[in-house]
């Protein structure tokens, strides 16, 4: 059976970087794309970046261009999400998703989440 296994959250001060882990573990990843998703309190779930497992093409919401990167690696069946510059309002749980749909639906498997607090 395979999961999904974020890491990498954190407490960082505004400005500051962190690099979320999202590792497949029991198969290698089949889905069409991975992304990224975030879920702050009190708000709905929302997409934040998705990346092609086959081609690396990659889509970002636009709140997120410029200081997020999402990327893959085959070897370790694993794709992360650099977040740079980050601002107080990216305090979220983020969670990754095995998708069919592009760029950013028809999620099949979810993740556990990890928590990304930023401190103003």
């Known amino acids: 059976q395979v999961r999904l296994v974020e890491s990498g959250g954190g407490l960082v001060q505004a400005g500051g970087s962190l690099r979320l882990s999202c590792k497949a573990s029991g198969r290698t990843f089949s889905s069409y794309a991975v992304g990224w998703f975030r879920q702050a309190p009190g708000k709905e779930r929302e997409f934040v970046a998705s990346v092609r497992w086959y081609g690396g093409y990659t889509y970002y919401q636009d709140s997120v261009k410029g200081r997020f990167t999402i990327s893959r690696d085959f070897a370790k069946n694993t794709v992360y999400l650099q977040m740079n510059s980050l601002k107080p309002e990216d305090t979220a749980v983020y969670y990754c998703?095995?998708?069919?749909?592009?760029?950013?639906?028809?999620?099949?498997?979810w993740g556990q989440g990890t928590q990304v607090t930023v401190s103003s």
């Open positions: 998703a095995a998708l069919q749909g592009w760029p950013n639906s028809d999620p099949q498997l």
